[in-house]
């Protein structure tokens, strides 16, 4: 059987979605419900002395007011928040009398009304014994550590780059920035049906049974990890929260339900960021643009505690034929909430970096910044030597330079002026990440009566995975998605693996499939005509049978049985890029056109061109979807995203949605999205590669260069503002 | 926040003396979007709201007269597609319609516009923060100075404060002369624009010339031929649904190709609507060209004092202003 | 892993197949308004002071006891379980929680609910059907102009007062007037191309 190619299909769950009726977690309807609300620390480290709660306790509806006394047996696990699944790392707010960064919660209020648990919390008040800080990674007292996090390197890069014809030694810097999915991250804990059950839009729906479960001191089978809709995760919701167990365990202890949905100002300090980081890249290259030599140096901010990795150094080696390289990512502590990973979390920085410093290297080469980057590809990887499993990249710059009309660009900055005096610039850049999967548990359901039930590992949060599952589905078994039902993000239901690293679709899309063709095959042998061409459900009705049911494990390339042993417990088990024969990645070339007001120094992309090598598209509509998605976090990051500390009183200062600027409608111009579509067989049966992170990975490289060659002015900072083109 | 009562009154009258019956913590309120905020932040902490939003006859647009009056209670979207101030007067209108959104436009009013207060990150983060305020909690300090102070104000600040002036629609007013009427339980009273707004001086948490208990009912605003020949410019980090960065209005008054009298405000950079007399004395009498405007925009930062991030501020309002000048003009060829 | 030998196999009837799948399509169809009113009926004790608001909602008459310093939006979460407005910042900065009262749109989040006394609001929940979608909802499910969802109920809301505004005659037009509806998920262009498509079957208010 062969896959469709670039189906077009209506999201499956967008009538459910407009009409108001998909219920996410902090909407579900739950009898005798009480509102938790909690207190921030207003200090950045020290010991909390003693806590007055006589006015909260008299606040009318107050039904109880929790702090660390009560949650002292709460453990610290590699399932807490900043572990990243590391013993000995991670940090569990309100467990003792300590505070290790401003806003963490402190105190718990649980009331009747959501209005009196807010009262109730501002009636709270600590005193608090507070110790000297650090916020800043520049800051003296910030804590370098002494090993890079990882090294890569291939051939003697620095005397390459010693020799080389041009040279490029530039840094870079990359702030921090925050996820802010619209839907604010929020607990329910409910028991129903015996067992505790956890509702929050995560894209980890296993850690709220099994991590939660043993951070309680609880059996994982008492617990259950329910995400029915995510509102935007973009990495933000893939693991336990600060809150989420002080929620679990108030309402254990009250033995009713409870809901807290987290403040946007609070989730500022309380949820994950993509941290700080500086870059030094050096390129070299011979009179013709051929790359002799990379050396790339990342730094980047963590917290005191935490077990985020640093790993600025794993794409750029991989875009082009480097002669030679040599990568090192470095962490420097400070005194902060754990960051964490957000939509191509060290992709995005480093492509914004390296793919700068490309468009540096092409002006110094006297070259067209498509052309160096032609002049440069390779189907093999430059470190491990290996083929990658599939590589359009140069079809990407091809395809996206004729859409964008590269032609008109000119080599010298501000040459193109539009007609009411703005300059005009265009600019490139290339992105890649990586072919990752993971195991999944997939039972699915055929009944006579053409409906359909399948209970699978992953989590939608607006990517479209359940597309993916219906698509698959529907190729095989010819299913009419109207009659299916789709149960994901629910441990209830199926093990679930944590939904993130673009190994959604690589991952769901097989796993559907393969459960298709077995439940195919199985009817084939019960009916006896493995090829017939009637609806599967009539040919089941036929053999007078109600239901047809086949559970599959699929376990990704490279792995073995163990992985879904892993599953089953909630530890991730994911493979890539590197595979025993191929390193697999998917690749993208942006195009960017901007215009510059020159008075005001005002930014305005006009358009931006994307094309995609993802493998094989799924459901070009949401795919599309997902690459302009991906292309306004690329606009938003260029232009205007920062999270800002003062380092006096540490935090995040502008910690709203009027003051961290995210892109609104008016700053959105056209976006078009087209891809190369050949599906990648090597690394799956479905042909596919990851879409949700590449989509993003370039594109404030591509406005940045663009920008540069609208005004000339080499900005080597992000978010560019109006003070950097004055 | 902390429970409250809450009344609608019908009548200005009404407003009053619920506000002298309840007595400590009570404010009037209108829209609701500044207060209820500050609410939500635990900024404010009324203990008594009196709705005014529905005072009769307090949502009156009357454009046929003398003056253009606004009643406190019109809505903002309302005020900014109104014909009249859309054709004769674009720098009213504008300066609605490119303040917060739609959404907000449909619930705020007029009259509670000229009293939102402060965006200041150090001021609004009451909770988490507990940062130093003078405006917030006075004699504390302000975190501002010395601190991150990109979005803070460049003229008009103290040694007690920087936070800036937040409005669009007050930067329009004070451009155009506008006159705030006034009630109170002494009776009606008008303070021209000019003398409404304070500047921060050694008592920032003083904002506004209105005592408590009195009530804005309206805005009258001269009606000059200059009307049809303004703008307001408004420049902020994104191209919709933010506050300014620097903003400028400007109405131009001709004789002939000459400037007779130019009206300049600005917003974003100042600790109040700013009315910038010194670029208006320089207008006045000239032919409008680049270089003119942006002298009268240089002229309009003279005074101009920045801190550690937002000295570019000085350049960017001085050419916010001279576009804006470039774009008043054009409207009278 | 299980499969159909493990199962006992039943003898069933067309009909019964028929049956089956009438039910589940009725099921499926159950409106969230009917949790709406099981739960209205339940409702939670209020705190603090309290004040009475009557008002209409989806065409519904209401009537609510509620604490005076709650906002519009938790009124409608909270309190009656319509849970389709959102809740993506509480300040007016996000625009999820879009609503109408007497047609026009507003932030439910920064509305006092104690406001709404003597008007009409309308939700998400009252636009459109299962099997009559309103134009603008059409539209963006045609467009894709939506990834996670939890902001479209509030963009549907703005959509289509944009529309009856006036505001939806250029595509600036309505890039401006729908920038107080934020999409993390990016679906702007999508958002505006359903705006384009859905404006000329909704009529000027």
């Known amino acids: ?726 | 926040m902390r429970s409250l009562s809450y009344v609608r009154a019908r009548t200005v009258r009404e407003a009053t003396q619920a506000f002298a019956t309840a007595g400590e913590g009570a404010r009037y309120i209108a829209g609701g979007t500044t207060l209820y905020d500050l609410m939500k932040l635990g900024v404010e902490h009324p203990a008594h709201l009196i709705d005014i939003a529905s005072l009769d006859g307090a949502d009156r647009i009357d454009t046929g007269g003398d003056v253009l009056f606004f009643g406190a209670g019109a809505l903002m979207a309302d005020v900014a597609e109104d014909d009249v101030v859309r054709h004769d007067y674009p720098i009213l209108a504008e300066s609605l319609s490119k303040a917060a959104s739609q959404q907000l436009r449909n619930m705020a009013t007029v009259g509670g516009n000229i009293l939102q207060r402060t965006r200041c990150p150090y001021f609004r983060n009451g909770a988490i923060g507990a940062y130093p305020c003078n405006k917030r909690e006075p004699g504390s300090g302000c975190a501002a100075i010395g601190g991150l102070d990109r979005s803070q104000a460049v003229l008009g600040i103290s040694d007690t404060c920087t936070a800036v002036s937040p409005g669009d629609w007050p930067v329009a007013l004070t451009a155009m002369d506008a006159t705030i009427e006034i009630q109170g339980p002494a009776g009606p009273r008008s303070v021209p624009i000019a003398e409404f707004y304070r500047l921060p001086g050694g008592t920032p948490h003083l904002e506004f010339s209105i005592e408590g208990g009195e009530i804005v009912t309206g805005i009258s605003v001269p009606k000059t031929e200059a009307g049809k020949n303004s703008t307001y410019l408004k420049v902020r980090d994104r191209e919709s649904y933010a506050f300014a960065l620097a903003s400028a209005a400007v109405a131009l008054a001709m004789d002939g190709d000459r400037v007779r009298r130019a009206h300049i405000a600005l917003g974003g950079v100042a600790t109040r609507p700013w009315r910038a007399h010194e670029a208006e004395t320089l207008l006045n009498g000239q032919t409008i060209d680049r270089e003119i405007a942006l002298a009268a925009g240089r002229s309009a930062f003279a005074d101009a004092s920045a801190g550690e991030h937002n000295a570019f501020k000085i350049e960017l309002g001085a050419r916010t202003l001279a576009d804006a000048i470039m774009t008043a003009g054009r409207k009278t060829q | ?205």
């Open chain 1, 1 to 726: 059987m062969t896959q469709k190619r670039t189906v077009d299909r209506p999201r499956i769950d967008a009538h459910e979605k407009v009409l108001g009726r998909a219920l996410y977690a902090a909407d579900q309807p739950i009898p005798g419900l009480l509102h938790a609300m909690t207190v921030p620390a207003t200090i950045v480290t020290g010991r909390i002395e003693a806590i007055d709660l006589t006015a909260a306790m008299n606040v009318q509806g107050v039904v109880r007011v929790f702090t660390h006394e009560d949650f002292s047996q709460i453990k610290t696990t590699p399932a807490s928040r900043g572990a990243y699944g590391q013993p000995g790392k991670g940090y569990q707010p309100m467990t003792g009398p300590v505070v290790r960064h401003r806003g963490e919660p402190v105190v718990l209020v649980v009331a009747e009304t959501l209005e009196a648990a807010i009262e109730g919390a501002e009636a709270v008040k600590v005193r608090y014994a507070d110790e000297a800080f650090s916020a800043a990674m520049e800051d003296d007292r910030a804590g370098r550590e002494p090993e890079p996090e990882s090294e890569l390197s291939t051939g003697d890069a620095e005397a390459a780059f010693a020799s080389a014809n041009h040279r490029i030694d530039v840094e870079y810097l990359h702030p921090q920035q925050h996820h802010n999915p619209i839907e604010l991250i929020s607990t329910t804990a409910a028991f129903e049906d015996g067992e505790l059950r956890i509702y929050e839009g995560t894209q980890a729906a296993a850690a709220f049974a099994g991590g939660l479960a043993g951070m309680m001191g609880l059996d994982p089978t008492q617990l259950r990890g329910v995400s029915p809709y995510t509102g935007g995760g973009f990495g933000q919701k893939n693991g336990i929260q600060e809150q989420s167990v002080l929620v679990a365990s108030a309402a254990a202890l009250l033995n009713r339900p409870v809901k807290l949905v987290m403040p946007r100002n609070q989730l500022f300090h309380t949820a994950s960021y993509r941290p700080r980081s500086r870059h030094r890249v050096r390129l070299g290259a011979d009179e013709q643009g051929r790359l002799l030599a990379g050396l790339y140096e990342t730094v980047q901010q963590n917290s005191r505690y935490d077990g985020f990795g640093c790993e600025h150094g794993a794409n750029p080696p991989r875009m082009y034929g480097y002669g030679s390289w040599l990568g090192s990512d470095r962490v420097v502590r400070v005194d902060t909430q754990t960051p964490g990973h957000q939509r191509a979390p060290h992709e995005h920085p480093s492509s914004f970096a390296t793919e700068c410093a490309m468009d540096e290297l092409a002006e110094a080469v006297g070259m067209d910044p498509v052309e160096l980057r032609l002049a440069n590809d390779t189907q093999n990887d430059p470190i491990t030597g290996k083929p990658f499993s599939s590589r359009h990249l140069a079809d990407c710059l091809r395809r996206g330079a004729k859409l964008v009309d590269w032609s008109r660009r000119m080599r010298e900055p501000r040459a193109l002026v539009a007609e009411n005096g703005d300059l005009i610039g265009l600019g490139v850049a290339c992105g890649s990440y990586k072919g990752s999967m993971t195991p999944a548990v997939t039972r699915l359901r055929l009944f006579a009566s053409g409906r359909c039930e399948i209970a699978t590992s992953g989590h939608e949060m607006g990517q479209g995975i359940r597309n993916v599952i219906a698509a698959e589905l529907t190729d095989v078994l010819g299913i009419d998605p109207e009659n299916l039902e789709i149960r994901i993000g629910d441990t209830g239901h199926a093990p679930q693996h944590l939904t993130a690293g673009s190994w959604g679709t690589g991952s769901a899309a097989p796993a559907a499939r393969s459960a298709a063709m077995k439940l195919r095959e199985e009817l084939g042998l019960l009916t006896g005509s493995a090829l017939s061409e009637e609806p599967v459900h009539v040919q089941l009705a036929r053999t007078r049978r109600p239901l047809l049911e086949v559970t599959v494990d699929t376990i990704p390339l490279g792995k073995d049985g163990q992985a879904i042993e892993q599953l089953r417990r909630g530890i991730p088990s994911t493979t890539g890029p590197e595979y025993p024969e191929f390193m697999a990645f998917s690749w993208i070339a942006h195009f960017a056109e901007v215009r510059v007001e020159t008075s005001t120094g005002r930014v305005r992309v006009r358009r931006v061109v994307s094309v995609v090598d993802c493998g094989r598209v799924m459901n070009r509509r949401t795919a599309q979807s997902q690459v302009q998605g991906g292309v306004v976090w690329g606009i938003g990051a260029a232009l205007r995203e920062a999270g800002e500390t003062d380092p006096r009183f540490g935090g995040v200062l502008n910690n709203d949605l009027a003051e961290y600027v995210l892109p609104v409608n008016a700053d959105i111009g056209a976006i078009d999205v087209d891809f190369i579509d050949q599906p990648d067989f090597k690394l799956n049966i479905s042909g596919v590669k990851g879409l949700g992170e590449v989509a993003m990975v370039g594109a404030s490289a591509a406005v940045v260069n663009a920008v540069y060659n609208a005004t000339g002015r080499r900005v080597r900072h992000l978010p560019i503002r109006i003070e950097d083109l004055l």
């Open chain 3, 1 to 205: 892993m299980s499969g159909p030998h493990d199962r006992q196999s039943i003898e069933i009837t067309r009909r019964q197949v028929l049956e089956a799948g009438t039910i589940v399509t009725m099921s499926g169809m159950l409106p969230v308004a009917a949790e709406a009113q099981t739960s209205s009926s339940q409702l939670p004790p209020e705190n603090g002071s309290t004040v009475q608001v009557s008002f209409q909602i989806n065409g519904q008459p209401s009537t609510l006891e509620i604490d005076a310093r709650a906002s519009l939006l938790d009124m409608l979460r909270e309190r009656l379980g319509l849970v389709g407005a959102k809740k993506g910042c509480d300040h007016g900065q996000c625009g999820a929680c879009t609503v109408h009262i007497d047609g026009r749109r507003v932030a439910s989040c920064l509305t006092v609910a104690a406001k709404v006394d003597g008007r009409k609001v309308t939700t998400i929940e009252g636009i459109g059907s299962a099997d009559a979608l309103h134009p603008m909802q059409q539209a963006f499910i045609d467009h894709d102009a939506l990834q996670c969802g939890y902001c479209t109920p509030g963009q549907i809301m703005a959509a289509i007062a944009c529309v009856k505004e006036g505001h939806a005659s250029t595509p600036e037009d309505i890039r401006e007037y729908m920038s107080g509806n934020i999409c993390r998920c990016g679906a702007y262009v999508g958002i505006v191309a359903s705006i384009e498509q859905a404006a000329p079957q909704i009529e000027r208010g």
